[in-house]
């Protein structure tokens, strides 16, 4: 159907780019129990994006790591390097809200492959979802973390509104897509309902935030036309690694 292998797609490829940056936590995390959790929601995040690139052909190797930057088609914040572990908390809080949302749209979908992914990728999203928001809300009661935590919210909740973005080609297809079933709302409305969510959670800490442009002139770029972020290259080189060194090397 027009539209929903562009949906899947762009979905796929925002869970490998945020799987393969989450896994460089292995190790550094700024303390065990931080690095184990980071570990595991790596290992996740890379697991609903195989599964989703299954839905879209039988070489998911070629669909993940084989096209070329142009044709992939991720939201920027995904691409991000988040080398600093609060602005890693903030896009985790913001990516695992807004993919609660997203799956739970597609949990009954038509697609009966495509609702069986997202009811299981949601009974692990309610773990990941506990792990951000517990830390998160420890945090913003703290004068440090507010300082430390509150601007990183106003620089990237603009950014994560990409999330719902519909891919390059299939703006206008959300009517359609859930006439049909495949979702069981349009990503205008998966957007709004996912802001409400930040916003309250913002609200405890008694803050309001500021939902600006990033770059200022009133519109973000997009990973979802194919124009990559400045942080892609490096983050699909360290994906593609392996298969530079082995070519035969299978997910």
């Known amino acids: 159907m027009p539209g929903a ?3 899947v797609l762009a979905l796929a490829d925002d869970e490998l780019c945020v799987g393969q940056n ?3 936590w292995i190790a550094v995390g700024p303390f065990l129990e931080e690095d184990l959790a980071l570990t595991s929601i790596s290992q996740d995040e890379l697991g609903h994006a195989r599964a989703l690139y299954g839905l879209l052909g039988d070489d998911v190797d070629v669909l993940a790591y084989g096209r070329e930057p142009h044709e992939y088609r991720s939201a920027h914040i995904t691409e991000r390097t988040c080398h600093d572990w609060a602005e890693t908390l903030v896009r985790h809080f913001l990516y695992d809200t807004a993919e609660s949302v997203r799956w739970s749209a597609l949990a ?6 495509l609702g069986a992914v997202a009811r299981r990728a949601l009974a692990e999203e309610r773990s990941h979802l506990r792990h951000a928001t517990g830390l998160l809300t420890r ?5 440090s973390g507010t300082a430390k935590l509150l601007p990183l919210f106003d620089q990237l909740a603009p950014m ?3 999330l719902f973005d519909a891919a390059d080609g299939e703006q206008g297809c959300d009517p359609a897509l859930v006439e049909a079933g495949v979702m069981a709302h349009g990503r205008d409305d998966q957007r709004a309902e996912w802001r409400a969510i930040v916003d309250d959670a913002l609200a405890d800490a008694g803050y309001r935030l500021q939902w600006t442009a990033v770059d200022g002139s009133g519109s973000v770029p997009s990973g979802r036309t194919g124009r990559r972020s400045p942080y892609f290259a490096a983050l699909h080189a360290e994906m593609i690694e392996v298969l530079s060194i082995d070519p035969s090397a299978t997910w």
């Open 139 to 143: 945090l913003l009661r703290t004068e």
């Open 22 to 24: 989450l896994a460089w």
């Open 5 to 7: 292998r562009g949906l």
């Open 160 to 162: 994560a509104c990409e």
């Open 108 to 113: 009954d979908s038509s697609w009966e492959a």
